[in-house]
Every structure is written in structure tokens, then in C-alpha cells.
């Protein structure tokens, strides 16, 4: 199919990647000209502006936003509004809060046109791996676009059927999925996400513990100068702990040990506090997501071989880099 792709960045670019390996016609824009050019340089077809986007798609159009939330995602939503007609489809595959969704949703069914909220994951690797999609919106638009969503999710050979279960016969187990109305595919991603805050917390506490276990505090027969780079190859094999996050862990301590690379500042990007306000509001008790939100507000204060590994699993499923002080970002 012929899709716009707005966004360039680090997952926009190799999502217009995997679309255009998988035969798909790319437009793509993004604000820096040299992105464009790198996508154009693989197969796509380069636009200029959002307008440009627009005039080359021919009716019913699909073009997917992949922006940060917020106001670049608001602003470009809404252009594209101004611009498309009835029949015709936005994704916002970007980290979106839920509720902007139905609200973008309604202004945009005014001139006909749906709108797809996509929660997707799968960091910088999922250009090989694949992106877990997460749908939300109308279903008539989710089912005309699904030929994009195969192309872009890891597919059945993934993983194998959960045993003893029945197939469900659905695309869960192709790896995206329809999950409801307007903004239930973001809620679910933000759920997925405060989920994620949760595992990166446990993963990066016990690699301190390891860490630590020789410390002079201890006494001398109770003191381990462990390995905590073998230890996190070890439990890659066999562990019940094992998880595409320890493989991250596995092979950021391999690289470098102390982890002197990372100063352990760890940003959170919104999802975690979406997470904690959603649970609020449901009265579900949510301990450790929310600790794991708390933990990356004290990181930005002190830093411990915790907070290092935080900053070395993030940039390592999703090439994040550390925040700067005073909210910039290290080069």
C-alpha cells in the first residue's frame, strides 16, 4: 500500500525502513532535510512539506504521524485535518496520552476523517525484530491499514503459540493488535510502559546488590567480588528472570563492566506519570510501577550503579540518550 510516514527520527526512519522492505510506497517528511534524503536513498519517496505529503497520496490517504507527544504530534494531527478529507486515515504511532486521542479523534471524524492512536514498541532494533502494535480507533480504518501493520509487526515465528492454549485465531500472535475505540491502543501502550519502568527498576536494584556485594560495610567472610557481566550472561540461559531487557543488561555490562559511560540521570518520557494518574483514577494499587516512577525523579539527584544500568537499558532498546541538567539532553 502507499503510505505518508511524518517523522524521521530514530523509530520513524526504520519503521519507513521495514514498510518499504516489506513493498510498500513510502512519502516521507520529516523538518531535517538529511533524514529525508537517508529514507529516499532506500526506496522512499521524499515530500517537502505536510502539504507535499498530502498531494502525493491519492484518496482514500494513510499517512502516519510518528512524532514526540505533545505539541508536535497536536500541531501536525491537526494540519493533516485541514488537509485530508473523508475517507481518509492519521496514525499517531507516537507515545500519545490516551485521552488527547479520542479528543483528536472527534475533531477529526468533523470532516470524515479517522484516526488511528498505535502504540508501538520495539525500540531501534525493531527494524529486524519488529514493532508490537497496540491499535486503538475505528475498525474499518484499522482493518484498511493492516496490510502496514503486517509488515511492520514481528510476526507469528516470533515466539512460540503459549502451550496448552488454544490459537486465538486473531493477529495477537503476529504481534499487533486491535485493541478497542479511540485511545485504548495508547492506554494500553502506557500501560505497557509503566510496565517496562517496573522491570528496568528490578533489573537495575539486583545488579546493584551484586554490585555491592563486596563492600567494606560487610564483614570480610560475607564479602563476593562477583562478576556481574558473567552473572547477567548466566542468567541469560536458563533463568526464569531471563528477558530481551537482561539480554540489553547482558550486553551493556559486557561492554563496559562499571558502566562508566552513563552518569545515571534517567529521563521518564510520560508514560510512567500517565501510568500512576490512570491507577489514581481506578483505585488500583500499583506499588511498584510507582516506585519505579519515583526512582528516576531521585536519579536526577544522586546517582548509583542502579541508576547507571536505568540509563544503559534505555539506550539500548531505544538509543535514548542520558538528560542533561536542567531537563537539555548530553550530546
Known amino acids: 500500500m502507499r503510505i505518508g510516514m511524518i517523522g524521521l527520527g530514530r523509530m520513524g526512519s526504520n ?90 479523534a472527534r475533531l477529526l471524524a468533523e470532516r470524515g476523517v479517522r484516526l488511528l ?35 511492520l509487526a514481528p510476526g507469528r515465528a516470533a515466539a512460540p503459540p503459549t502451550p496448552g492454549v488454544p490459537a486465538r485465531g486473531g493477529t495477537a500472535e503476529e504481534g499487533y493488535l486491535h485493541c478497542g475505540p479511540p485511545g485504548a491502543g495508547h492506554f494500553v501502550k502506557m500501560v505497557h510502559n509503566g510496565i517496562e519502568y517496573g522491570l528496568m527498576q528490578a533489573y537495575a536494584e539486583g545488579f546493584d546488590l551484586l ?37 540489553l543488561a547482558a550486553a551493556a555490562l559486557a561492554r563496559d563492566p562499571r558502566l562508566d559511560g552513563f552518569e545515571g540521570r534517567v529521563d521518564d518520557s510520560g508514560e510512567g506519570r500517565w501510568t500512576i494518574q490512570a491507577a489514581i483514577e481506578e483505585a488500583v494499587p500499583v506499588d511498584v510501577l510507582a516506585a519505579a516512577l519515583f526512582a528516576r525523579f531521585r536519579s536526577r539527584r544522586d546517582h548509583t550503579f542502579a541508576e547507571k544500568l536505568l540509563s544503559a537499558l534505555r539506550a539500548g532498546f531505544g538509543g535514548h540518550r542520558e538528560a542533561a541538567p536542567g531537563g537539555g539532553r548530553t550530546p
Open 117 to 151: 492512536d498505535v502504540g508501538t514498541s520495539g525500540g531501534v532494533w525493531g527494524i529486524e525484530r519488529g514493532y508490537c502494535l497496540m491499535v486503538g480507533g475505528d475498525r474499518a480504518a484499522y482493518e484498511r491499514l493492516e496490510p502496514a501493520f503486517r509488515t
Open 15 to 104: 519503521m519507513a525502513r521495514r514498510l518499504l522492505r516489506g513493498g510498500h510506497a513510502v512519502i516521507a517528511w520529516d523538518r531535517s532535510s538529511e533524514a529525508v534524503a537517508a529514507v529516499v536513498a532506500e526506496g522512499a519517496t521524499g515530500a517537502a512539506s505536510v502539504d507535499d505529503v498530502v498531494a502525493r497520496l491519492e484518496a482514500p490517504r494513510a499517512v502516519w504521524v510518528m512524532l514526540p507527544a505533545g505539541a508536535p504530534t497536536e500541531e501536525t494531527v491537526r494540519a493533516l485535518g485541514e488537509r485530508l478529507g473523508a475517507g481518509d486515515v492519521v496514525v499517531d504511532g507516537g507515545n500519545s496520552w490516551f485521552q488527547d486521542d479520542a479528543r483528536r
Open 211 to 247: 554490585r555491592n556485594a563486596s563492600s567494606p560495610a560487610l564483614p570480610e567472610d560475607r564479602r563476593y567480588d562477583l562478576d556481574v557481566a558473567a552473572i547477567a550472561e548466566l542468567w541469560r540461559r536458563g533463568s526464569v528472570v531471563g528477558s530481551w531487557l537482561l539480554d
